[in-house]
C-alpha cells in the first residue's frame, strides 16, 4: 500500500497528443502547437479538473531524420515552445495548478536554470516544477557547440553535480534575507545571503542568485529516467519520479526499489513520489474505446513509425529495415536505457516484428496503455495505487482534446466517487499539495549547528 493515501495527477501537455499519428484525427489541433491560447484553454480545463500538475517535455533539436520526417506533425519533430516561458503565461491564466517544466542538465548552465525556475515560482506563488533530464541525441549535441553527445555515465555524473548546484543557489537567500526596511535604510540582512562559492569537476559557481528565495525553497523536483544511474539521482535529489512502465508487476518491483533507494539515500521515502505514465483510450464502452483506438492505430505510416523506434535510441539508421521483419537485437544506444531495454525485449523475448513494436510503442512510447471503458481504467488505476506500484499517474494523452477531455468527464468522476482522487484544491504551494516537505536552507542548517 503507497504511504501517499491521495492518488496524484498530473497531465502531459502536448500539442495534438503523444501518439504519432494523433494529428491525422479528424478535431486535432493541428495548426495550435504554438498557440498560447490553445494551452492556456488546455490548463483552465486541467485545473478544473483537478490536476495536481502540468507537465511539459522538451528537447533542444529538431527530429529531422529523413526517415518519415515529412509523416510527422511539427510537435513530434520537436518543434515547440520553450517550456519556461509557455508556463509563465500559463501562470497568469491558473491559480493552483503545478507547473512543471523540462530542462536538459547537459546543454545549460546552473545559474541560468536556477534563475529562470526561481522566477517562475515567484510567478506562479509557488507551483514550479523541474524535470531533470540529460538529453539523448548528438542532434542535441551538435546545437551546443559539440559534435557528439557525451556519454551515458558521464552526462548522469554531470547532473547529480547541476542539480546540487541550483539546489545551492536556491539557497544563497534565506527566506528572511529581504528586508526593505525603509526607515532604518536596510534593504537586505546581510547575514542572510550567501555565495555559493563552488567548484568541482563540471562548474565553478560563485554565486549568490539574484533571484530571492523561491516560495517553496526549491521548486518541485522530477526526474524521468528509469536506468540506474537515472534512478540513483532521482533518490538522492528529486521529490517526484516520472516512469514508464507496462505492466504491474515491473511497477511494484521499480516502486519498491526506489523507496529503497531512496531510504538508502538517507530519505524518508514517502518523500518520493512515484508517478507511472497512462495512456488512456476511454468510452462508453469497451468495444467502442478499442474502436477509436484501432481507427487510431490504423493512422501510422510505416516510415513514421520506424522514425519513431530510431528516434527513442538515440536516432539509429533503421531504414533499411522490412517492417514485417524481426525486430533486430539492439545491444547498445547512447539515449533512454530503459526505452533500449523495452524494445530488447519486444524483439528477443517477445519476438515481435518492426510493425509490432512501432504499434506498441506510438500511443505512449512504453507508459502503460488502457483501452476501455471509464470503470475499467478507473479499477487499473485503483488496483495499482492500492497495491505499491504507484503513489499516482500522468496523464499521456493519445489524441488531444479527446483524451484529456474523456478522461477529466469519465475517469476523475469514478476516482473521486472511490475515494482516492481531490475535488478541490487544498491551500499552499505545489510542495504542500503534494505532502513533500519545503527543503531546509543548507546555510541555515550550517548555522544552526555550529552554534
Not at 541560468?112 to 538529453?135: C, E, F, K, P
Request: proline letters at 5%; glycine letters at 10%.
Amino acid at each position: 500500500m503507497p504511504q501517499h493515501s491521495r492518488m496524484k495527477l498530473a497531465l502531459l501537455m502536448t500539442g495534438t497528443g503523444t501518439h504519432i499519428a494523433s494529428w491525422r484525427m479528424a478535431g486535432a489541433p493541428v495548426g495550435r502547437a504554438t498557440d498560447v491560447g490553445w494551452f492556456a484553454e488546455v490548463a483552465r480545463k486541467a485545473e478544473q479538473a483537478c490536476y495536481d500538475m502540468l507537465f511539459i517535455a522538451d528537447s533542444l533539436y529538431v527530429n529531422d531524420h529523413p526517415t518519415g520526417m515529412e509523416l510527422r506533425h511539427p510537435r513530434h519533430a520537436h518543434l515547440s515552445l520553450e517550456p519556461v516561458t509557455l508556463l509563465a503565461a500559463l501562470a497568469m491564466v491558473t491559480d493552483r495548478i503545478g507547473l512543471a517544466a523540462t530542462i536538459s542538465t547537459t546543454y545549460n548552465a546552473p545559474y541560468g536554470v536556477a534563475r529562470a525556475l526561481a522566477s517562475l515560482d515567484h510567478i506562479s506563488r509557488g507551483r514550479a516544477g523541474w524535470n531533470v533530464v540529460t538529453s539523448q541525441s548528438d542532434l542535441e549535441a551538435r546545437n551546443h557547440g559539440v559534435d557528439l553527445h557525451a556519454g551515458h555515465a558521464e552526462r548522469y555524473a554531470r547532473a547529480g553535480a547541476f542539480v546540487d548546484v541550483v539546489k545551492g543557489l536556491w539557497d544563497s537567500w534565506e527566506e528572511d534575507a529581504v528586508l526593505g526596511d525603509q526607515t532604518a535604510g536596510v534593504a537586505v540582512d546581510p547575514g542572510r545571503f550567501h555565495r555559493l562559492g563552488h567548484r568541482g569537476d563540471f562548474f565553478s559557481v560563485a554565486g549568490p542568485l539574484n533571484v530571492p528565495r523561491p516560495p517553496q525553497g526549491h521548486p518541485l523536483v522530477i526526474q524521468a529516467g528509469s536506468s540506474g544511474p537515472g534512478q540513483a539521482l532521482a533518490a538522492s535529489s528529486a521529490d517526484v519520479v516520472f516512469t514508464a512502465q507496462e505492466d504491474k508487476a515491473n511497477a511494484r518491483r521499480f516502486y519498491a526499489g526506489m523507496k529503497d533507494q531512496a531510504a538508502a539515500a538517507g530519505r524518508d521515502p514517502d518523500q518520493l513520489v512515484v508517478m507511472p505514465g497512462v495512456m488512456a483510450v476511454v468510452a462508453e464502452t469497451q468495444g467502442e474505446a478499442e474502436d477509436r483506438f484501432a481507427s487510431l492505430q490504423s493512422l501510422i505510416h510505416p516510415k513514421a513509425g520506424v522514425a519513431l523506434l530510431s528516434n527513442l535510441l538515440g536516432d539509429i539508421d533503421l531504414s533499411n529495415l522490412d517492417v514485417d521483419g524481426p525486430m533486430p537485437a539492439i545491444d547498445q544506444t547512447n539515449a533512454s536505457k530503459s526505452r533500449l531495454e523495452m524494445m530488447h525485449r519486444m524483439g528477443i523475448t517477445q519476438g515481435m516484428t518492426v510493425r509490432q513494436a512501432y504499434e506498441a510503442l506510438a500511443p505512449g512510447r512504453g507508459h502503460l496503455t488502457l483501452v476501455g471503458s471509464a470503470r475499467d481504467v478507473a479499477d487499473t488505476l485503483c488496483d495499482w495505487h492500492a497495491d505499491g506500484a504507484a503513489d499516482g499517474f500522468m496523464l499521456v494523452p493519445a489524441v488531444v482534446p479527446y483524451a484529456e477531455d474523456e478522461f477529466a468527464k469519465r475517469v476523475i468522476p469514478l476516482l473521486r466517487q472511490r475515494g482516492v482522487s481531490q475535488s478541490e484544491y487544498g491551500s499552499g504551494t505545489l510542495r504542500q499539495m503534494l505532502g513533500v516537505a519545503t527543503p531546509a536552507n543548507r546555510f541555515r542548517c550550517r548555522e544552526n549547528a555550529a552554534t
